[in-house]
């Protein structure tokens, strides 16, 4: 699904292209095909970046824990994430979807002002799964830097760009993303020395 504009009309393609009165997460994963992933990144890196979220006890530790266990599936290959079925099936209305599209559609039509399909190799499968293999490593630096106030926020942040690079299928933002990530692992290199 290609397209100049990757995320400003995301919610309300889920609006209209789910059967029924409801769109469930599965009709999401659907929707997102072999860009899946990128969304869960983005969700969960943004979880560990924004105040207070990423300061609260455990949430780093159980963050890692989930990107390690997504982060897996994609770098063996899979292009659509396992989820238990409860999950898959929690499901919101259609008009909750479509409020929540009016609300968003500002940022998003904003980020897609940023992010474009480029560079299209650097996005390639493979290229993926070496950037799923990063997230998985930056998983586990979460862990131990738990421990220490606000170190988290340098690899969510890289997590939340791998996750946006793919959703947006921007090989430059990718490139970006991981450049920083080895920024990262130098961070978390000089916390856990300090």
């Keep these: 699904m290609a ?22 997460f599965g009709d999401l994963l659907d929707l997102w095909e ?3 992933f990128g969304p869960i990144f983005t969700i969960l890196g943004l979880l560990i970046v924004l105040p207070p979220l990423g300061a609260i006890p455990g949430l780093p530790l159980l963050i890692g824990m989930v990107l390690i266990l997504f982060a897996f599936q994609m770098m063996v290959g899979s292009t659509h994430p396992w989820v238990p079925d409860t999950i898959e099936n929690f499901s919101v209305s259609k008009k909750k979807v479509r409020k929540a599209h ?3 559609k500002g940022l998003l039509s904003e980020i897609d002002s940023w992010v474009s399909n480029r560079l299209s190799w650097a996005i390639s499968q493979p290229a993926r ?6 997230v998985m490593l930056l998983g586990f630096t ?6 220490v106030p606000f170190a988290v926020a340098a690899p969510g ?6 996750g946006l690079a793919i959703f947006a299928r921007d090989g430059l933002l990718m490139l970006l993303a991981l450049g ?4 990262a692992f130098s ?4 916390a856990m020395l300090a």
């Design 157 to 162: 942040l890289a997590i939340t760009m791998i």
């Design 34 to 36: 072999d860009r899946t």
């Design 180 to 183: 920083l990530s080895v920024a």
């Design 187 to 190: 961070v978390v290199g000089t």
């Design 129 to 134: 799964q070496i950037a799923a293999g990063v």
């Design 142 to 147: 979460l862990i131990p830097l738990e421990m």
């Design 3 to 24: 397209t100049k504009h990757p995320l400003e009309n995301i919610l309300e393609q889920a609006a209209e292209n789910a059967p029924g009165d409801e769109v469930s």
């Design 102 to 104: 009016k609300k968003s």
